[in-house]
C-alpha cells in the first residue's frame, strides 16, 4: 500500500520482493510489439487481443482452469494449436484456401454443420464440431466439388460439413497415433440450421475462422473426462453401512 505511482519494472520488482517463488509477471503490448520487452523484467510476453476467445486461449498456458479440457491439454500439449493446424491444414489441401483465426465479433450463423465423436486413451471423450454459415458452406462446396456455388443445393452443403469434419478428425487421430495415444473416431451427425454451442474455457474450445471470400465460420472442441466423472460419481454415493 501506499505505493503511488510507480514504472510497470518497479512493480514487478515489488511483487517478487513481496513473493519470491510462484509468481508469473506477464506483460500484453498491442500486436507486433513483443519483441521490444525486455525479459530480463517479465516472464512472458502476450499481444493484444479483443477477441475474448483467442486471448483467453493465449493465457491458458499461463493459467491453471480446473476441468476435463485442461486434463486432456495435460495429456496432449499445445491442443489447441493442434486443432488450429488441423484446420489449416484441411482448407489448405482440400480446398486450396488460407483460412486464419477471424478477428470480428459479429455474430454467425450456422447453416449447416456436423458433430463427430472421438474416444481418446480410454478416458476423453471429444466432440468436434464444424459450424458453416451459407457462405462459407457454398464457397467450401464449390472448392470441393468444382461446380458454381449457384447450382449447389442444401444436400451438398450438408455433405461439404461432413466432409469437413471427418478429414478433421482423421488429422488429429494420425497425430494422436503418432503420439502412441489409442484413439476411435464415429460418424458425423449433420444439421441445418440451429444454435452455436457454449463451451466454457474449461470444458473446451471454439475457434472462429475466417474463410477468403466468404466469411467466418466455427470449429468447436467438448470434452469430456470419464475418469473425473467416474471420480465424481463415487465421491457422492454414501458407502454401504454395515448392518
Known amino acids: 500500500s501506499n505505493l ?13 520482493e513481496a513473493r519470491p517463488t510462484g509468481v ?10 513483443e519483441e521490444t520487452v525486455s525479459r530480463d523484467d517479465f516472464d512472458d510476453v502476450l499481444a493484444k487481443s479483443y477477441m475474448p476467445e483467442t486471448f483467453r486461449e493465449a493465457l491458458r498456458p499461463f493459467v491453471s482452469i480446473p476441468g476435463p479440457y485442461s486434463a486432456l491439454c495435460a495429456l496432449v500439449p499445445g491442443l489447441a494449436e493442434i486443432v488450429a493446424s488441423a484446420s489449416r491444414q484441411v482448407f489448405g489441401m482440400m480446398f486450396q484456401a488460407d483460412i486464419r483465426k477471424a478477428e470480428s465479433t459479429k455474430a454467425v450463423q450456422s447453416a449447416y454443420s456436423s458433430l463427430v465423436d472421438m474416444r481418446l ?3 476423453f471423450v471429444m466432440e ?5 454459415p451459407e457462405a462459407a458452406a457454398r464457397e467450401s462446396a464449390s472448392r470441393m466439388l468444382g ?13 461439404v460439413a461432413g466432409e469437413i469434419g471427418n478429414l478433421l478428425t482423421g488429422r488429429l487421430h494420425a497425430h494422436f497415433r503418432e503420439r502412441s495415444l ?7 451427425k449433420l444439421a441445418r440450421g440451429g444454435a452455436l454451442p457454449r463451451i466454457t474455457p474449461e ?12 466469411g467466418d465460420f466455427i470449429v ?4 469430456r473426462d470419464l475418469l473425473e466423472e467416474g471420480n465424481a460419481v463415487a465421491s457422492a454415493t454414501p458407502e454401504a453401512t454395515p448392518a
Open 4 to 16: 503511488g505511482v510507480m514504472s510497470p519494472e518497479r512493480v514487478v520488482l515489488k511483487l517478487r
Open 203 to 214: 470444458a473446451g474450445l471454439f475457434e472462429r475462422f475466417m474463410l477468403p471470400g466468404a
Open 220 to 223: 468447436s472442441l467438448l470434452v
Open 128 to 132: 468436434f464440431g464444424v459450424f458453416l
Open 24 to 33: 508469473r509477471v506477464i506483460k500484453i503490448v498491442e500486436a507486433g510489439q
Open 121 to 123: 486413451a480410454e478416458r
Open 182 to 188: 489409442a484413439s476411435v473416431v464415429g460418424l458425423p
Open 147 to 159: 461446380m458454381s456455388a449457384d447450382d449447389l443445393g442444401p444436400e451438398e452443403l450438408e455433405s
